[in-house]
């Protein structure tokens, strides 16, 4: 019968009452499902969507957002000074797009972006061909660097486009070591070649292989040493002098994006900054030097440092390490400024310009530009990579929406046995949990023992302490198992077995039970060990990195116990009486009436022991230390320490799957286990 009855469901008090709760309900639901979905749309984030958060990312939808992630994705490797491992710098784009407040992905705005976008197609196609048909022909290949080298959450890195390249060309990974005479157990384990900005390239094999493969990458992930870019670094917290007169922003203040090299070197910012600027910034790998000027000047430096004063001054920086060296140190001192030249591939894109379009005033024609001469005409390479995006446009939102789950994926497949032996612990968890906890819980429920009260209290006790504080005495368990002391226990049972049935009738139970309880105690207690000690033989075993190690801790579980107990109870004892009269068993009616009569209960019980392995890391992560037996979350806790957080997210999403395929395969068993027992 209702609580309320028809009429009075119309009332409109009872109608806001409904309402109320849908309106509740459905705040439930959504506070529910807006961390997944959170989680599923960060998944396919980028660097620079990792603090944004939202339901709807925006390069799904904007092709602006799209055009900066593709950006930030393809950063060129131009600052001497930054290392892999660090947060890949925006600040390597700011002198392309002339934005001085882009220093990491966050910084790179949409609408910074806009003017680049705008710009007519005719314009967009003559910038763009040239730049292609420059690095294809025209520059030295001693300018150009790799984009998006060491980003290894990036979806355009070239980290898997070198492996690629090395299997080619060499077949496998063992030809690769001898030539390189590394160790690699992988290509993972291959880096790319890290080019250092003050040091000359050298002849080695893995040097000249990446030369090689740079060669052969697209124009869209080559880059060219950008000396813009260095003068902007140089400048950040420096003062530019009044008499500056470059661009300047709305508020007054000098563009520091837009301060060319070419202001610097002409003396525009004052001779300290020029001076500074070769002495320590300049990368010493591009610095050509004036040898008859600086000649009197290199024999002083030679006395000084009381090296041979007949070595030649070199205008490059030399090979050797010791002349190199000295080298090094005389354009950092005593080197006249005047002496000192930076080789850039603007000189060589200007001479190219000329000769391809013959005047200044064409070019301007072209470009849609005002330039005065060659001299002042930059490489258009904001327009450059915003021409290649368009190219690679189609396609590339499905690829970012996937990359970060095929990385996720790859590196679980590839790195170790976390899915078998994932998969084998499942297996023995859910094997254990259906075997010892119903046969546990038959036992009490069909003998009606007068003891099980106290037993059921003693197994729900074991729920009143949390996980981590159990965890302690299960590694000690696992990492010294008494082997010895449980066989003495097993044979001191079957004993007091034998015992009971032949002098059961002469020996009252509770002294026998007591004798041999207190045998028990003595032989396991102080004769077993003190017999160990004497012959020094061992008698544990270290269960460490086996299955016997993850296992064991939770075989038996008390709340588990409870309540097939208590489903147990409410089956008719008929049954067992219409068994026992066939002449069935105890055993044979344990698995063949009551496991089928508990099907719902026990998927119940079984998916709690699937969640309890499936998502096992603190235990499996302290008892199994060695990667060959590392389960599925140990590897993804080692995945998350060596990514960003929306491949973190993807990890999630990853680990989430196997338990909602669960849950959906099986709702009708999991939802009957719920309402069955609470019905009877």
Same mark, same amino acid.
């Given at each position: 019968?209702?609580?309320?009855s028809?009429?009075?469901?119309?009332?409109p008090?009872?109608?806001?009452?409904?309402a109320g709760?849908?309106?509740?309900?459905?705040?439930?639901?959504?506070?529910?499902?807006?961390?997944?979905?959170?989680?599923?749309?960060?998944s396919?984030a980028?660097?620079?969507e990792?603090r944004?958060?939202r339901?709807?990312?925006?390069?799904?939808?904007?092709?602006?957002?799209?055009?900066?992630r593709?950006?930030?994705?393809t950063v060129p490797?131009?600052?001497p000074?930054?290392?892999?491992g660090?947060?890949?710098?925006?600040s390597e784009?700011?002198?392309?797009?002339?934005?001085?407040?882009?220093?990491?992905?966050?910084?790179?705005?949409?609408?910074?972006?806009?003017?680049v976008m705008?710009?007519?197609?005719?314009?967009?196609?003559?910038?763009?061909?040239?730049?292609?048909?420059?690095?294809?022909?025209?520059?030295?290949?001693?300018?150009?660097?790799?984009?998006?080298?060491?980003d290894?959450?990036?979806?355009? +890195?070239l &980290?898997s486009?070198?492996?690629a390249? *090395?299997? $080619? =060309?060499?077949?496998?990974l063992d /030809?690769?070591?001898? %030539?390189y005479?590394?160790?690699?157990a992988?290509?993972?384990?291959?880096?790319p070649?890290?080019?250092?900005?003050?040091?000359?390239?050298?002849?080695?094999?893995?040097?000249?292989?990446?030369?090689?493969?740079?060669?052969?990458?697209?124009?869209?992930?080559?880059?060219?040493l950008?000396?813009?870019?260095?003068?902007?670094?140089?400048?950040?917290g420096?003062?530019l002098?009044?008499?500056?007169?470059?661009?300047?922003?709305?508020?007054?203040?000098?563009?520091?994006?837009?301060v060319t090299?070419?202001?610097?070197?002409?003396?525009?910012?004052?001779?300290d900054?020029?001076?500074?600027?070769?002495?320590?910034?300049?990368?010493?790998?591009?610095?050509?030097?004036?040898?008859a000027?600086?000649?009197?000047?290199?024999?002083?430096?030679?006395? +000084?440092? &009381?090296?041979?004063?007949?070595?030649? *001054?070199e $205008? =490059?920086?030399?090979?050797?390490? /010791?002349v190199?060296? %000295?080298?090094?140190?005389f354009?950092?001192?005593?080197?006249?400024?005047?002496?000192?030249?930076?080789?850039?591939?603007e000189?060589?894109?200007?001479?190219?310009?000329?000769?391809?379009?013959?005047?200044i005033?064409?070019?301007?024609?072209?470009?849609?530009?005002?330039?005065a001469?060659?001299?002042r005409?930059?490489?258009?390479?904001?327009?450059?990579?915003?021409?290649?995006?368009?190219?690679?446009?189609?396609?590339l939102?499905?690829?970012?929406?996937?990359?970060?789950?095929?990385?996720?994926?790859?590196?679980?497949?590839?790195?170790?046995?976390?899915?078998?032996?994932?998969?084998?612990?499942?297996?023995?968890?859910?094997g254990?949990?259906?075997?010892?906890?119903?046969?546990?819980?038959?036992?009490m429920?069909?003998?009606?023992?007068?003891?099980s009260?106290?037993i059921l209290?003693?197994l *729900?006790?074991?729920?009143?302490?949390?996980?981590?504080?159990?965890?302690?005495?299960?590694?000690?368990?696992?990492?010294?198992?008494?082997?010895l002391?449980?066989?003495?226990?097993?044979?001191c049972?079957?004993?007091?077995y034998?015992?009971?049935?032949?002098?059961?009738?002469?020996?009252p139970?509770?002294?026998?039970?007591?004798?041999?309880?207190?045998?028990?105690?003595?032989?396991t207690?102080w004769?077993?060990?003190?017999?160990?000690?004497?012959?020094?033989?061992?008698?544990s075993?270290?269960l460490?990195?086996?299955?016997?190690?993850?296992?064991?801790?939770?075989l038996?579980?008390?709340?588990?116990?409870?309540?097939l107990?208590?489903?147990?109870d409410?089956?008719?004892?008929?049954?067992?009486?219409?068994?026992?009269?066939?002449?069935?068993?105890e055993?044979?009616?344990?698995?063949?009436?009551?496991?089928p009569?508990?099907?719902?209960?026990?998927?119940?019980i079984? *998916?709690?022991?699937?969640?309890?392995?499936?998502g096992?890391?603190?235990?499996?992560f302290?008892?199994?230390?060695?990667?060959?037996?590392?389960?599925?979350?140990?590897?993804?806790?080692?995945?998350?320490?060596?990514?960003?957080?929306?491949?973190?997210m993807?990890?999630l999403?990853?680990a989430?799957v196997?338990?909602l395929?669960?849950?959906?395969?099986?709702?009708?068993?999991i939802?009957?286990?719920?309402?069955?027992?609470?019905?009877?």
């Open positions: 019968m209702p609580l309320i028809t009429v009075g469901q119309r009332a008090s009872v109608r806001l009452l409904h709760m849908y309106i509740l309900l459905l705040l439930g639901a959504v506070t529910m499902a807006y961390p997944f979905l959170l989680m599923l749309s960060m396919t980028g660097r620079g990792s944004e958060f339901l709807v990312p925006r390069f799904w939808t904007s092709d602006a957002a799209l055009f900066k593709y950006l930030l994705d490797y131009l600052t000074a930054w290392r892999p660090e947060e890949v710098p925006a784009l700011a002198s392309w797009f002339g934005k001085d407040h882009w220093y990491l992905p966050r910084d790179v705005r949409e609408e910074d972006l806009r003017d705008a710009t007519p197609a005719a314009q967009r196609l003559a910038m763009a061909r040239d730049v292609e048909d420059f690095l294809a022909a025209g520059c030295p290949a001693r300018f150009k660097l790799p984009c998006a080298m060491f290894a959450d990036s979806a355009l +890195a &980290r486009d070198y492996h390249w *090395l299997a $080619a =060309r060499y077949g496998n /030809h690769v070591n001898r %030539l005479a590394d160790t690699a992988s290509w993972d384990d291959v880096q070649f890290v080019e250092m900005m003050n040091r000359q390239p050298g002849d080695s094999r893995r040097e000249k292989d990446w030369r090689e493969f740079l060669e052969t990458r697209p124009p869209g992930r080559t880059a060219l950008n000396a813009d870019q260095l003068v902007f670094t140089y400048l950040r420096r003062t002098p009044a008499s500056y007169r470059g661009p300047v922003d709305s508020a007054g203040e000098p563009i520091r994006a837009l090299f070419d202001a610097l070197d002409a003396g525009e910012l004052g001779p900054h020029r001076e500074q600027f070769y002495r320590s910034f300049a990368p010493l790998r591009f610095l050509l030097i004036d040898t000027a600086a000649a009197p000047a290199w024999r002083e430096h030679l006395r +000084a440092c &009381r090296a041979q004063e007949d070595l030649p *001054l $205008a =490059r920086m030399p090979q050797g390490t /010791h190199a060296g %000295l080298w090094s140190r354009v950092q001192g005593p080197c006249p400024t005047g002496a000192l030249r930076l080789e850039r591939p000189v060589a894109w200007r001479g190219f310009l000329e000769q391809r379009h013959g005047s005033g064409a070019l301007n024609r072209l470009y849609g530009a005002s330039h001469d060659f001299s005409v930059r490489i258009p390479w904001a327009v450059f990579k915003y021409d290649r995006y368009l190219q690679e446009k189609p396609g939102r499905q690829r970012y929406m996937l990359h970060n789950f095929k990385t996720v994926l790859a590196f679980i497949t590839v790195h170790g046995a976390a899915l078998r032996v994932t998969l084998i612990y499942i297996i023995l968890m859910v254990g949990a259906l075997t010892i906890n119903p046969l546990a819980a038959y036992a429920s069909r003998f009606r023992l007068r003891e009260h106290h209290m003693f *729900l006790a074991t729920m009143a302490f949390p996980g981590e504080v159990l965890m302690i005495p299960g590694f000690l368990l696992v990492k010294s198992f008494p082997w002391q449980l066989l003495v226990v097993i044979a049972l079957a004993l007091f034998v015992a009971v049935r032949r002098f059961g009738r002469r020996l139970l509770l002294l026998s039970a007591t004798l041999a309880l207190a045998a028990t105690l003595f032989l207690g004769a077993v060990p003190a017999l160990a000690q004497r012959f020094d033989a061992s008698i075993a270290n460490m990195n086996t299955f016997w190690a993850l296992i064991l801790p939770g038996a579980n008390g709340y588990g116990i409870f309540l107990k208590g489903f147990f409410t089956l008719p004892p008929e049954l067992y009486e219409a068994g026992l009269i066939d002449g069935a068993s055993m044979r009616m344990f698995w063949q009436i009551t496991l009569l508990c099907r719902p209960i026990l998927a119940i079984a *998916l709690g022991a699937f969640t309890t392995a499936y096992a890391f603190m235990h499996a302290l008892t199994c230390q060695d990667p060959k037996m590392w389960t599925f979350m140990v590897f993804l806790y080692e995945f998350q320490q060596l990514h960003t957080v929306p491949m973190i993807a990890s999403v990853v989430a196997p338990t395929l669960l849950f959906v395969c099986c709702q009708n068993i939802l009957r286990g719920i309402v069955i027992p609470t019905f009877k």
